[in-house]
């Protein structure tokens, strides 16, 4: 079973709409995009080749695709994340786009959610979610996200569209790695892990 991996910028209070550039997405009259950009220092970007490093493929929703094959085939060969983006096979999900012309792209037909779990069945590395926020939900209403890699930055936006909004699966998550960068971006690696587990606290209980 291939493993299916999110990684996403996400301000503090929850928002992972167009934090690119401007035009990313203006949906809902997002005003703020761009918001990710201040915060991406070196360190950040030596972190990159060793996520990218680790797909076996890319899932990218609609938007995300036409970002990235517009950008991506413009890098130097000498830029390995370039190099890795363009050379990794890339599935996108799409309910508009008839044909895919960056290399090694290939449109997935029909129920995506099936797609998804056709493609985590099959043979290869990790499949990586990159950006694809609306991608991102259908994923998460169907249980289908193995691990999340969240750059979550210190800022707050108050409107935007969210990582885990309504119809996100209740699931237990477990932290495998940490590290703050000198923006005071924070690094999470959270892995599924089990199902959500209650409790109570109060004096009444003896837990306090």
């Known amino acids: ?8 910028f996400l301000s503090l209070d929850g928002v992972v709409q167009a934090p690119g550039g401007g035009d990313e997405d203006r949906d809902g009259g997002f005003e703020h995009g761009g918001w990710a950009v201040p915060h991406i220092d070196q360190r950040f970007l030596e972190q990159v080749p060793s996520v990218t ?19 991506w085939p413009l890098a130097g060969t000498d830029d390995p994340i370039g190099a890795r983006m363009n050379s990794l096979p890339k599935y996108v999900a799409s309910r508009t786009l008839d044909t895919v012309s960056w290399q090694n792209s290939t449109l997935l037909t029909g129920d995506v959610p099936e797609a998804v779990r056709k493609l985590k069945q099959g043979e290869g590395g990790e499949i990586q979610v990159h950006g694809s926020g609306g ?14 890699h969240l750059l979550v930055l210190p800022v707050l936006l108050g409107s935007g569209k969210r990582l885990f909004a309504e119809g ?41």
């Open 1 to 8: 079973m291939r493993k299916l991996m999110v990684t996403t």
């Open 53 to 71: 490093g680790r797909a076996g493929a890319l899932l990218l929703g609609r938007r995300t695709y036409d970002i990235f094959a517009a950008t």
């Open 135 to 148: 991608l991102i939900q259908t994923l998460l209403r169907h249980d289908l996200v193995d691990e999340f």
């Open 168 to 208: 996100t699966v209740p699931a237990g998550l477990k932290l495998v790695e940490n590290a703050t960068l000198s923006t005071g971006v924070v690094v999470s690696t959270y892995v599924r892990e089990g199902t959500v587990e209650y409790g109570a606290i109060g004096p009444e209980t003896g837990n306090w």
